[in-house]
Protein backbone atom coordinates (compact mmCIF):
# COMPACT_ATOMS: atom_id res chain seq x y z
CA UNK A 1 0.00 0.00 0.00
CA UNK A 2 1.12 3.04 -0.77
CA UNK A 3 1.60 5.66 1.99
CA UNK A 4 3.22 8.92 2.88
CA UNK A 5 3.46 9.91 6.76
CA UNK A 6 4.36 13.45 7.92
CA UNK A 7 5.97 14.42 11.09
CA UNK A 8 8.13 16.74 13.14
CA UNK A 9 4.99 19.25 13.63
CA UNK A 10 4.24 20.72 17.04
CA UNK A 11 4.37 24.35 19.12
CA UNK A 12 6.64 26.71 18.44
CA UNK A 13 7.40 30.28 19.74
CA UNK A 14 7.36 33.10 16.80
CA UNK A 15 10.79 33.25 14.85
CA UNK A 16 11.11 29.67 15.71
CA UNK A 17 12.25 26.47 13.56
CA UNK A 18 10.68 23.32 12.73
CA UNK A 19 12.05 20.61 10.07
CA UNK A 20 8.78 18.39 8.69
CA UNK A 21 9.71 15.45 7.17
CA UNK A 22 7.38 12.94 5.10
CA UNK A 23 8.29 9.46 4.98
CA UNK A 24 6.94 7.11 1.96
CA UNK A 25 6.09 3.43 2.42
CA UNK A 26 5.13 0.91 -0.30
CA UNK A 27 7.21 2.94 -3.04
CA UNK A 28 9.79 4.58 -3.42
CA UNK A 29 10.16 8.60 -3.85
CA UNK A 30 12.53 8.84 -6.01
CA UNK A 31 11.02 9.06 -8.96
CA UNK A 32 8.57 11.14 -8.26
CA UNK A 33 8.51 15.10 -7.55
CA UNK A 34 6.68 15.77 -3.80
CA UNK A 35 4.95 18.89 -2.92
CA UNK A 36 4.22 20.54 0.67
CA UNK A 37 0.48 22.01 1.43
CA UNK A 38 -0.70 23.51 3.98
CA UNK A 39 -4.32 24.39 5.17
CA UNK A 40 -5.27 26.34 7.93
CA UNK A 41 -9.04 26.66 9.84
CA UNK A 42 -11.28 28.42 7.48
CA UNK A 43 -8.74 28.99 4.95
CA UNK A 44 -8.33 27.44 1.24
CA UNK A 45 -5.40 24.64 1.05
CA UNK A 46 -2.20 26.32 0.27
CA UNK A 47 0.52 24.94 -1.57
CA UNK A 48 3.88 25.60 -0.01
CA UNK A 49 6.14 24.16 -1.88
CA UNK A 50 7.14 21.03 -4.51
CA UNK A 51 10.92 19.53 -5.17
CA UNK A 52 11.02 17.79 -8.39
CA UNK A 53 12.64 13.96 -8.23
CA UNK A 54 16.11 14.89 -8.79
CA UNK A 55 16.10 18.09 -6.85
CA UNK A 56 17.08 20.10 -9.48
CA UNK A 57 13.76 22.37 -9.23
CA UNK A 58 11.79 23.22 -6.70
CA UNK A 59 9.19 26.21 -6.34
CA UNK A 60 7.86 28.27 -3.18
CA UNK A 61 4.48 29.99 -2.40
CA UNK A 62 5.63 33.94 -2.11
CA UNK A 63 4.31 33.30 1.14
CA UNK A 64 7.06 31.23 2.34
CA UNK A 65 9.95 32.19 0.16
CA UNK A 66 13.38 32.56 1.63
CA UNK A 67 11.85 30.95 5.08
CA UNK A 68 11.20 27.79 4.07
CA UNK A 69 13.50 25.21 2.29
CA UNK A 70 12.41 21.90 0.56
CA UNK A 71 15.09 19.06 0.13
CA UNK A 72 15.64 15.62 -0.31
CA UNK A 73 16.86 12.61 0.51
CA UNK A 74 16.06 9.97 -1.81
CA UNK A 75 18.40 7.24 -0.33
CA UNK A 76 16.51 7.73 2.84
CA UNK A 77 12.90 7.76 1.20
CA UNK A 78 12.37 11.11 2.99
CA UNK A 79 11.33 14.43 1.83
CA UNK A 80 12.13 17.20 3.99
CA UNK A 81 10.67 21.22 4.51
CA UNK A 82 13.04 23.03 6.98
CA UNK A 83 11.23 26.04 8.05
CA UNK A 84 12.63 29.03 10.04
CA UNK A 85 11.22 32.63 10.87
CA UNK A 86 7.81 30.95 11.44
CA UNK A 87 5.08 33.35 11.91
CA UNK A 88 1.65 32.91 13.61
CA UNK A 89 0.35 32.63 10.12
CA UNK A 90 1.84 29.63 8.92
CA UNK A 91 -0.28 27.82 11.74
CA UNK A 92 -2.12 24.87 9.79
CA UNK A 93 -1.88 21.18 8.74
CA UNK A 94 0.52 20.50 6.92
CA UNK A 95 0.62 18.01 4.21
CA UNK A 96 3.53 15.96 2.04
CA UNK A 97 1.84 14.57 -1.55
CA UNK A 98 3.66 12.76 -4.45
CA UNK A 99 2.93 13.37 -8.13
CA UNK A 100 2.66 10.76 -10.86
CA UNK A 101 5.34 12.72 -12.37
CA UNK A 102 9.05 13.73 -12.21
CA UNK A 103 8.54 17.18 -12.25
CA UNK A 104 6.35 19.37 -10.43
CA UNK A 105 3.40 21.38 -12.29
CA UNK A 106 5.68 25.04 -12.07
CA UNK A 107 4.44 27.95 -9.72
CA UNK A 108 0.93 28.08 -11.58
CA UNK A 109 0.62 24.82 -10.38
CA UNK A 110 1.49 24.50 -6.65
CA UNK A 111 -1.29 24.87 -5.04
CA UNK A 112 -3.27 22.86 -7.39
CA UNK A 113 -4.25 19.63 -5.09
CA UNK A 114 -5.37 17.50 -8.38
CA UNK A 115 -2.15 17.04 -9.61
CA UNK A 116 -1.46 15.01 -6.99
CA UNK A 117 -2.41 11.41 -6.10
CA UNK A 118 -0.67 10.33 -2.97
CA UNK A 119 -1.19 12.47 0.17
CA UNK A 120 -0.40 12.22 4.09
CA UNK A 121 -2.66 12.64 6.62
CA UNK A 122 -0.85 15.58 7.88
CA UNK A 123 1.00 17.28 10.94
CA UNK A 124 -0.44 20.00 12.88
CA UNK A 125 2.26 23.35 12.96
CA UNK A 126 1.33 25.97 15.17
CA UNK A 127 2.87 29.11 15.92
CA UNK A 128 2.25 31.21 18.72
CA UNK A 129 3.92 32.75 22.07
Known amino acids: QLQLAESGGGLVQPGGSLRLSCVAS????????IGWFRQAPGKEQEGVSC????????YYADSVKGRFTISRDNAKNTVYLQMNSLKPDDTAIYYC??????????????????????WGQGTQVTVSS
Open 51 to 58: ISSSASST
Open 26 to 33: GFTLDHYA
Open 97 to 118: ASRAYSYCAGAVGLSVGALYNN
